[in-house]
């Protein structure tokens, strides 16, 4: 099993900042993409950012310019950093790594989500 904890959600004012941390912990060897979506009430979940192994990011057009995925691989922590927030980031933000874990005959592949952070931007 892998365990995700993510902290640093909380309501801030439009133009704001938050970062958000994961840190993952469990059966794995390797951790291979790790990154962040977010769920808005009455909507589906969207992929926010994404980071791989060789620290290659993917962003959501929404979030270009204002936001930074990063990772500390000695830690199995991903970073969120988001600057200038705005009224419609409000969400609940999930934390989600893609492991490996040692299997009979190779390894196998697991997708991991957190329980999510409430973000809260108010204008």
């Known amino acids: 099993q892998v365990q995700l904890v993510e902290s640093g959600g909380g309501l801030v004012q439009a133009g704001g900042s938050l970062r958000l941390s994961c840190a993952a912990s469990?059966?794995?060897?390797?951790?291979?993409?790790m990154g962040w979506y977010r769920q808005q009430p009455g909507k589906q979940r969207e992929l926010v950012a994404v980071?791989?192994?060789?620290?290659?990011?993917n962003y959501a057009d929404s979030v270009k310019g204002r936001f930074s995925i990063s990772r500390d691989n000695a830690k199995n922590t991903v970073y969120l950093q988001m600057n200038s927030l705005k009224p419609e980031d409000t969400a609940v933000y999930y934390c989600n790594t893609r492991t490996l874990r040692r299997v009979v005959g190779g390894s196998a592949v697991d997708d991991n989500w957190g329980r999510g952070t409430q973000v809260t931007v108010s204008s």
């Open positions: 980071i791989n192994s060789g620290g290659v990011t």
């Open positions: 469990g059966s794995f060897f390797s951790i291979n993409a």
